[in-house]
């Protein structure tokens, strides 16, 4: 009779695998899986997450800079609004033109209210000095003491500079209980002077700039 033959031999499964090649061959998977998920995820992910947070300090540093503009800004426009007023005023009591129309109303209005009797308005040429040029008015009016006391008080109320000078009392006189005075003086107000004049020689100085 002849031999059986010999069955081939079968695959040995992992499971029936010696320890040690079953170890080196989970080495082998683990260190494979990490080495993809370092080059496929990891790497990719560390790079964006550097790139995100250098522009992100970019940002931040754009917006401190813009902060910072939008203060300065801030602060400019405080500044020239502060100016501005500032320069309002100072054309108040300062301004460019003589605006002598306005002037005469004023002093005629304060007169009237204060209750003088206004006889004579005359104004003067003007008077140029180093850093303003002077605008004289001539004044004579009358009334009680009390009245005149008044009106300069309210002449040094107003916004534009004005000085008073060279008053007069004169020929005081009974008229019921009252005493009227007759008082001349000399008002003046102020300007600046254009660029053109600014420019000019000053008349009133030495030849040579001798004192």
Do not use: W
């Not at 000095?129 to 005149?148: D, F, K, N």
């Amino acid at each position: 009779m002849a031999p059986p033959a010999a069955r081939p031999a079968t695959p040995q499964t992992f499971a029936a695998q010696p320890t040690p090649v079953k170890a080196a061959v989970c080495i082998f998977v683990v260190a494979l899986l990490g080495a993809i998920y370092y080059f496929a995820l990891h790497s990719p992910l560390t790079e964006d997450l550097e790139s995100a947070r250098n522009q992100h300090n970019t940002l931040q540093t754009q917006m401190q800079q813009a902060q910072a503009r939008q203060q300065e800004y801030i602060d400019l426009r405080e500044q020239l609004a502060s100016r501005e007023g500032l320069d309002r005023a100072n054309l108040r009591v300062l301004p460019e033109q003589a605006e002598i129309a306005s002037f005469l109303q004023d002093l005629n209005r304060l007169a009237e209210t204060s209750g003088l009797a206004m006889r004579l308005v005359e104004p003067r040429p003007e008077e140029p000095e180093a850093q303003y040029i002077r605008v004289p008015v001539s004044l004579h009016v009358s009334g009680r003491y009390h009245q005149l006391a008044r009106f300069v008080y309210s002449v040094s109320r107003l916004e534009r500079a004005i000085s008073l000078e060279d008053i007069g009392l004169e020929h005081p006189h009974v008229v019921g209980e009252d005493v009227i005075i007759d008082v001349s003086l000399m008002a003046n107000t102020f300007r600046r002077p254009t660029a053109d004049e600014a420019a000019a020689p000053d008349p009133n100085a030495a030849p040579g700039g001798a004192t």
